[in-house]
């Protein structure tokens, strides 16, 4: 009868002779560890410098100041294709407030006052290359006088979509929009009814 703890005195040597040849004794060792990072895109309206309040003079219709709109754009990323958009509200809805007229852009605000918001078509003339006074009551319009972007961003306006195409830079960008003072000609009169008039700036990363 085969001796069983012969038998284990044999085997040991070959388990032992096995594992030395799948692994070489070594005095060092090392293992990668890796975390990913994924992209980070931060956009904050800024309060410090901008100007979101100001008042129309009745007999003009010019700013009292122009309108200033500043966003800060935080990106990891070498740079990132941004929109910068405006809506104002209209009697159907909110609509794109951002037109071009000879080369020139401009904002239209409308009235905010219950009863006053001006209609589609009010606002639709404001945009017109010869908007008449009469039909365009409780929409003003007014130039971008400026978009800026510091960290060498860009912005381009897009005609096709009344949008402007924005690229930001890796790192902190502040991007910044002013009004002119002065109204579209034909976009004010005594027809626009006393009240609050609002467009709303967004810079976004998805397009119109």
Known sequence: ???????????????????????????????????????????????????????????????????????QVNLNTDSQALYLQATTAGAAGNVNALFQQGGQTYLVLANTTTGKVPTAAAIADCKAA??????NANAIAYPIASVSLDNSGTATYDATKNQYSVTANGGTTIATTTTGTAPYSGTYSFQDNAGTYQAIMTLTATSL
Do not use: R
């Open 130 to 135: 010869a908007p008449v006074a009469a039909n």
């Open 1 to 71: 009868m085969f001796n069983k703890k012969l038998a284990g005195l044999l085997i040991l040597p070959a388990m032992l002779a096995t594992l030395n040849a799948s692994h070489a004794i070594s005095n060092t060792a090392s293992q990668t560890l890796q975390a990913t990072l994924g992209t980070y895109l931060d956009i904050t309206p800024v309060t410090s410098g901008a100007v979101t309040t100001t008042t129309i003079t009745p007999d003009t219709g010019a700013l009292a100041a122009a309108l200033v709109s500043k966003f």
